[in-house]
């Protein structure tokens, strides 16, 4: 046996910061976390992805769509307050980049 | 199936030149397309490997000119003239998208292997094992930037560098000129009534106010003092209101007024920077929305209330000065 420890199914890896959640327990070490993170949140374990630097999380969203397993959790969204502010005072729902927005 | 494949080259004409400027100018910024489909670049054969991109000029203008020398396919979707990055928050460079264009297009005839290269920023978009279940390709997310795509490939992996977004003094200086051309339907009406109001000093200040944060804010972001966006323009703002300050106490004010003015003039400009601040955010390349959102509930009230008590500051110390009161 690997000197591993075991993970239970159900654990939560939950943090103060942000909205990502990670159930190391479901993880298939499948790697795509680690490769599609713009800001090395998740590391490749040997037995299963790492959570190394949540504090760094954008909300992107990018590692809960590509995981196959569930194992990521995130509220994504966009971080920006032009759209968000501009969403509240025109009543709408959809907080998304609009054409009149910043340069990107 | 197949709807014909168009030839894309490496090279930039002086169109593309300046169909570029136009767009890092914000000049009809949803026109800077391409058209979506299958691409030949150079001379591909059924081996070569696949490239996905979007139909903004700048993101397919970055893949192409990148892959100097290597022929491939790229397979372009319709993201409605937005960036890779951009769109895929949207859902347009998406797992749906992508789906349809590698049926529309006939690409699974075209090559024998069954695989596809993305932009690492198109992930946000993309389900990788929804696409291979739908279409039987294997999605690879290739590095954040075109321009590494040939180490990538020489490598056959990326480099840890190669998968991190960062925000270097080049990718804030281009955003720069949208940012001033978009403040100048304030700023114009703005330096308009200040001058009428309270001359060319006053008017200067507007000036000052929005270059600040909308020229100086990006350079200098990771060298202002301070954490959040927002707390970072106010200190910016404070700093170019000191001359405006500086000049007024030269003007022959009492030392009171001068100390009031001074206190005046940062409580005004300190906000207006400290808001271009905050909604640059989603300008850069790391800010989360959870994070966004408690600095929007933080900052926003206290702006408020610095504008207020600074408004009515200046308007005590005008009338103190000129008599009225």
């Not at chain 1, 966009?78 to 998304?96: D, P, Q, R, W, Y």
């Not at chain 2, 349809?100 to 932009?119: C, F, I, N, W, Y």
């Not at chain 2, 966006?229 to 007024?257: E, I, M």
């Amino acid at each position: 046996m690997l000197d591993i420890p075991m993970v239970a199914a159900d654990k939560v890896d939950d943090n103060g910061i942000n909205t990502l959640r990670y159930m190391p327990g479901r993880c298939i070490n499948c790697g795509r976390c680690s490769e599609v993170c713009p800001h090395g949140v998740f590391r490749q374990g040997e037995k299963r992805a790492v959570l190394s630097q949540p504090e760094r999380c954008m909300e992107c969203g990018a590692c809960q769509l590509n995981c196959p397993t569930g194992a990521v959790q995130v509220e994504s969204g966009v971080g920006c307050a032009a759209a968000m502010i501009k969403a509240a005072l025109t009543g709408s729902k959809e907080v998304t980049c609009g054409p009149d927005c910043c340069g990107r | 199936m197949g709807e014909g494949i168009a030839t894309a080259t490496s090279e930039l004409t002086s169109r593309d030149r300046w169909d570029h400027v136009q767009a890092r100018l914000g000049y009809r910024r949803m026109q800077h397309l391409v058209a979506p489909g299958l691409y030949r670049l150079g001379s591909p054969s059924r081996s070569s490997p696949v490239f996905v991109s979007a139909n903004y000029t700048l993101s397919f203008d970055a893949l192409r000119t990148s892959l100097r020398g290597i022929d491939a396919f790229i397979l372009v979707l319709d993201t409605k003239g937005v960036n890779v990055w951009c769109a895929a928050g949207k859902g347009t460079f998406g797992t749906e998208e992508l789906v349809a264009k590698v049926r529309s297009t006939g690409l699974a005839e075209q090559v024998d292997h069954r695989r596809l290269m993305l932009p690492q920023l198109g992930a946000p978009g993309v389900a990788a094992h929804v696409v291979k279940k739908e279409t039987g390709f294997t999605v690879e997310y290739g590095p954040v930037r075109a321009a590494d795509i040939p180490e990538y490939l020489r490598r056959g992996e990326a480099t840890a560098e190669m998968r991190r977004v960062a925000f270097p003094l080049r990718d804030r200086a281009v955003l720069v000129p949208v940012e001033v051309i978009q403040s100048l339907r304030y700023l114009l009406p703005a330096m308009i009534l200040l001058y009428i109001a309270g001359g060319a000093g006053a008017m200067m200040m507007a000036v000052a106010a929005v270059l600040g944060g909308t020229v100086l804010f990006p350079l200098l972001l990771p060298f202002l003092p301070t954490k959040d966006f927002t707390s970072k323009g106010l200190v910016l703002g404070a700093v170019l209101a000191l001359p405006f300050a500086y000049l007024h106490a030269g003007s022959g004010a009492s030392l009171w007024t001068a100390a009031s003015f001074a206190a005046a003039i940062i409580l005004l400009i300190a906000p207006v920077v400290g808001y271009f601040g905050l909604n640059f955010t989603g300008c850069s390349t790391y800010t989360s929305r959870t994070g966004v959102k408690k600095e929007i509930f933080r900052w926003v009230p206290i702006m408020v209330a610095m504008l207020v008590v600074g408004g009515a500051l200046m308007a005590t110390t005008l009338m103190i000065e000129t008599g009225w009161l």
